[in-house]
Structure formats: C-alpha cells, structure tokens
C-alpha cells in the first residue's frame, strides 16, 4: 500500500530550526518527484520545495522566493525518504507542511498524486 508519512514538525521559536521527514513505502522516493507544501489557516496550499526524480544526470531542486536560503531538500534513497530542512524559521512559517509525489518537480498541489497526512509546524516564542 502506498503511503507517504511526514513527521518532525513541532513548535519552535523565532530562529530556530526543525528538520521534517516524510517517509514512504510502496513508493520508491527516486523514482518520483517530491514536495514540500504547507498550508496555514484561512491561507491557499502553497508549494515550498520540490525535488525532482533521479535522472542520468542527477535531479534538481526548487524553492519558493519566501524560504530560499533558509530551507534544504533533500532525499536518501536507502531509507526511502526525503527531508526538509528549515532554519532560520520565522512566524510566517507556521503552517501544516505536507509531502506529496508526483511526476515533475513544480510548486502546483495538481501537479502531485499522492500526499501525506501532514504534519503541524509552529513558530511562536
């Protein structure tokens, strides 16, 4: 069965750093591209990052302008699994950060097919 599962979200003060997972089995994290979204109350799904699938030349990333410099993506293919690692998080990061699969790393959530259940991410000191 195919399943994608976030964790490492958790509240954080101003600054500070957290590091989320998302998880996958039934779904090899290689062979698909992987993004990062979140989606804060009353607010549109916004995509944050996304990494695409291993090609002959590697893959690549992508950013949004508001979390370039501050987030990291990445995936290790041994554990299945892709992380998005945040520093320097602000206020304006809090949000429910989902990871999502789909066929090509862009930032639009009707790009992607299959998602996780999310994971709640708060910025507040």
């Known amino acids: 069965q195919l399943q994608l599962v976030e964790s490492g979200g958790g509240l954080v003060q101003p600054g500070g750093s957290l590091r989320l997972s998302c998880a996958s089995s039934?779904?090899?994290?290689?062979?698909?591209?992987i993004g990062w979204f979140r989606q804060a109350p009353g607010k549109e799904r916004e995509g944050v990052s996304c990494?695409?699938?291993?090609?002959?030349?590697?893959?690549?990333?992508s950013y949004a302008d508001s979390v370039k410099g501050r987030f990291t993506i990445s995936r290790d293919t041994a554990k299945n699994t892709v992380y998005l690692q945040m520093n320097s998080l602000e206020p304006e990061d809090t949000a429910v950060y989902y990871c999502?699969?789909?066929?090509?790393?862009?930032?639009?959530?009707?790009?992607?097919?299959?998602w996780g259940q999310g994971t709640q991410v708060t910025v507040s000191s």
């Open positions: 999502a699969a789909g066929g090509t790393c862009t930032h639009q959530y009707y790009d992607y097919n299959y």
């Open positions: 039934g779904l090899a994290v290689g062979y698909y591209a």
């Open positions: 990494i695409s699938k291993i090609g002959r030349i590697g893959s690549s990333t």
